[in-house]
């Protein structure tokens, strides 16, 4: 049994959205997030921005005792995970992609819609991805221009969220794509925005958040890592971004648990 915590990174708030499904799959495990605040968002940020953060977060979370670590940020992973498995091996760390495999066997148009960041769109690993796993559908992909400062700025369900989500994931329904991925963690905030704007028509949104907590819990159990019986689990919240930025991250993470994400 290891009581350590679970790590978990993200360039902000997005994250969370993977700490709520890390915290009701594994509810006693203690977790520690890091999510940057100060350099978000990653989207825009070059690829040694993007790595040299994520090196900085990891070894924050390693200070605090982290047993295992999630890059909860598609972007992050693109950028860092080959290089922080070679750094540390044998650690186990978990990252973050879209899921393009299970939105193209469930799809019936065989047209899929990613949204992404620039950064990760633009990435290698996204390539790799599409060109494994995309064979069986057109791939449609956009970057979510935006979405991730709409969560960061709390603006879930105003009109400015609705203008901005209308026009990227518009043109790709319209062409028929009947999946949706999510592919970056601030996305799942705005899934009440994108259930809207998709309306009545029949498209399926997919958040690869629960798949990483399983995943999680599988490593934990083959590593008999796992947190002992009865122990109290502490949630613990950090940034670079200072004290009141820890203490949006939270309440953001209390409220992502009775969100419809």
Same mark, same amino acid.
């Given at each position: 049994?290891?009581? #350590?915590?679970?790590?978990?990174?993200?360039?902000?708030?997005? %994250?969370?959205?993977?700490?709520?499904?890390?915290?009701?799959? @594994?509810? %006693?495990? &203690?977790?520690?997030?890091?999510?940057?605040?100060?350099?978000?968002? $990653?989207?825009?940020?070059?690829?040694?921005?993007?790595?040299?953060?994520?090196?900085?977060?990891?070894?924050?979370?390693?200070?605090?005792?982290?047993?295992?670590?999630?890059? %909860?940020?598609?972007?992050?992973?693109?950028?860092?995970?080959?290089? @922080? #498995?070679?750094?540390?091996?044998?650690?186990?760390?978990?990252?973050?992609?879209?899921? !393009?495999?299970?939105?193209?066997?469930?799809?019936? &148009?065989?047209?899929?819609?990613?949204?992404?960041?620039?950064? $990760? !769109?633009?990435?290698?690993? $996204?390539? #790799?991805?599409?060109?494994?796993?995309?064979?069986?559908?057109?791939?449609? &992909?956009?970057?979510?221009?935006?979405?991730?400062?709409?969560?960061?700025?709390?603006?879930?369900?105003?009109?400015?969220? !609705?203008?901005?989500?209308?026009?990227?994931?518009?043109?790709?329904?319209?062409?028929?794509?009947?999946?949706?991925?999510?592919?970056?963690?601030?996305?799942?905030?705005?899934?009440?925005?994108?259930?809207?704007?998709?309306?009545?028509?029949?498209?399926?949104?997919?958040?690869?958040?629960?798949?990483?907590?399983?995943?999680?819990?599988?490593?934990?159990?083959?590593?008999?890592?796992?947190?002992?019986?009865?122990?109290?689990?502490?949630?613990?919240? !950090?940034?670079?971004?200072?004290?009141?930025?820890?203490?949006?991250?939270?309440?953001?993470?209390?409220? &992502?648990?009775?969100?419809?994400?």
């Amino acid at each position: 049994m290891d009581n #350590r915590p679970i790590g978990i990174f993200d360039s902000g708030m997005g %994250g969370l959205s993977v700490w709520r499904e890390v915290r009701r799959l @594994l509810p %006693g495990e &203690s977790v520690v997030y890091f999510g940057d605040g100060k350099n978000c968002p $990653y989207g825009t940020k070059s690829h040694e921005q993007i790595r040299e953060y994520t090196f900085g977060a990891v070894r924050e979370l390693m200070d605090r005792g982290a047993k295992i670590i999630i890059l %909860g940020c598609n972007t992050a992973t693109a950028a860092a995970v080959a290089d @922080l #498995r070679e750094r540390y091996p044998g650690f186990p760390f978990v990252g973050m992609e879209p899921a !393009l495999k299970p939105a193209v066997e469930m799809s019936r &148009s065989g047209k899929v819609a990613v949204i992404a960041t620039i950064a $990760y !769109l633009a990435s290698e690993g $996204y390539a #790799r991805l599409v060109e494994k796993y995309g064979g069986g559908a057109e791939v449609l &992909s956009a970057p979510g221009k935006g979405f991730a400062v709409l969560v960061e700025e709390e603006k879930e369900g105003t009109p400015e969220a !609705l203008a901005a989500i209308s026009k990227v994931i518009e043109p790709m329904i319209s062409r028929g794509a009947d999946t949706l991925v999510l592919g970056c963690t601030h996305y799942p905030f705005l899934a009440g925005d994108i259930r809207r704007v998709i309306g009545d028509r029949d498209v399926t949104v997919i958040n690869p958040a629960p798949a990483v907590a399983r995943r999680v819990a599988q490593l934990l159990g083959q590593g008999n890592a796992s947190a002992g019986e009865g122990h109290r689990p502490v949630f613990e919240f !950090l940034s670079w971004a200072g004290p009141e930025y820890n203490d949006r991250l939270r309440a953001t993470a209390q409220r &992502s648990l009775e969100m419809d994400i």
